[in-house]
């Protein structure tokens, strides 16, 4: 039987084709292989829709749910993020008979961040062969290809933790996350302190590394949940209003606009940041593109 052509579960969306229909592969919340259809609306404003159906029969049924993501995120990190899944493989669909979403009107009003759920269960997703035949889950398994990293290369542990980091990284760098979702990056919050635990005890040489690494991926994405959900709620009472303030003045910044505008935004967001002076929120350098200091620039003795 032949295998559907792969999609890439460790690079942005962005770099994926335009109004993909795939079919995923993965680990599900009760650690049990499961199957989950994604369909992708056309990418607007660095932002992608997504209609997502974990196939899994178990109670409560998996919901059908519609988000609106970063196209800077991978496949593998909203279905993490999204529906509890932990991906090992991708195809493509030959069709996708989808009962329900029509992502460019159903989510024309999901706003950064949030999701629709459809809550009716009852029909689900049915995916289509080259001859428009439909086929259940089982069928679909067996042409879905052997896990893939980007490289081409067998996936190791090793690589998906690298992948987890990488969009630690990216989240680290974006301001305007930052300051939004702080409670990601205080290790004094619950969630984030269990994920930077899981991230610092893994070994790729160990025999339990495959284990452990999908440890550290559900504890990333049980920690971006949790901060996502809190938002500024995380900050300090007294400190929401400037933080907002700044997040709008980082916007500023790293928008089109004059120079003379982007370069007060710039100073206006240091400020701000500065006169909060929690060590969970970004330390800013004006100067820099991303306006961010790295980590190694802030380390002691880097």
């Known amino acids: 039987m032949t295998a559907w052509p792969s999609v890439h579960l460790d690079v942005p969306l962005r770099d994926l084709p335009v109004r993909l229909k795939a079919a995923v592969a993965g680990t599900g919340i009760d650690g049990r292989r499961t199957l989950v259809?994604?369909?992708f609306a056309r990418p607007r404003r660095g932002?992608?829709?997504m209609g997502l159906c974990d196939t899994a029969t178990r109670t409560p049924m998996p919901p059908q749910?519609?988000?609106?993501?970063?196209?800077?995120?991978t496949l593998r990190e909203v279905l993490l993020a999204h529906v509890d899944v932990d991906a090992f493989a991708?195809?493509?669909?030959?069709g996708l008979?989808?009962?329900?979403?029509?992502?460019?009107?159903?989510?024309?009003?999901?706003?950064?961040?949030?999701?629709?759920?459809?809550?009716?269960t009852q029909l689900q997703p049915m995916a289509r062969d080259e001859h428009g035949r439909d086929l259940l889950p089982?069928?679909?398994?067996?042409?879905?290809?052997?896990?893939?990293?980007?490289?081409?290369?067998?996936?190791?542990?090793?690589?998906?933790?690298?992948?987890?980091?990488?969009?630690?990284?990216?989240?680290?760098?974006?301001i305007g996350y930052r300051i939004e979702n702080s409670a990601l990056f205080d290790a004094a919050h619950p969630s984030?302190?269990?994920f930077e635990i899981a991230l610092l005890t893994f070994d790729p040489g160990s025999p339990d590394a495959e284990r452990a690494a999908r440890v550290v991926e559900t504890a990333f994405a049980t920690a971006r949940r949790s901060a996502e959900a809190l938002g500024y709620d995380h900050l300090p009472s007294t400190a929401r209003a400037t933080a907002r303030r700044a997040r709008l003045a980082a916007a500023t910044a790293l928008a089109p606009?004059?120079?003379?505008?982007r370069a007060a935004a710039r100073q206006k967001v240091a400020q701000l940041l500065g006169s909060l002076a929690l060590y969970y929120l970004p330390a800013v350098d004006a100067d820099a593109p991303q306006l961010v200091v790295r980590r190694r620039q802030i380390e002691p003795g880097r």
């Not at 991708?90 to 030959?94: E, G, K, Q, S, T």
């Open 47 to 49: 932002r992608i829709r």
């Open 192 to 194: 984030t302190e269990a």
């Open 37 to 39: 259809y994604v369909q």
């Open 65 to 73: 749910i519609v988000v609106s993501v970063s196209a800077d995120l």
């Open 97 to 120: 008979r989808w009962p329900f979403v029509r992502l460019s009107l159903v989510t024309a009003a999901l706003t950064p961040g949030s999701r629709k759920v459809q809550t009716n």
């Open 257 to 261: 606009g004059s120079e003379a505008e």
């Open 90 to 94: 991708a195809a493509v669909l030959p």
């Open 138 to 174: 089982s069928q679909v398994h067996p042409r879905l290809p052997r896990p893939v990293a980007a490289e081409g290369s067998a996936v190791t542990a090793g690589d998906r933790v690298a992948a987890v980091r990488d969009a630690y990284a990216r989240l680290r760098d974006d």
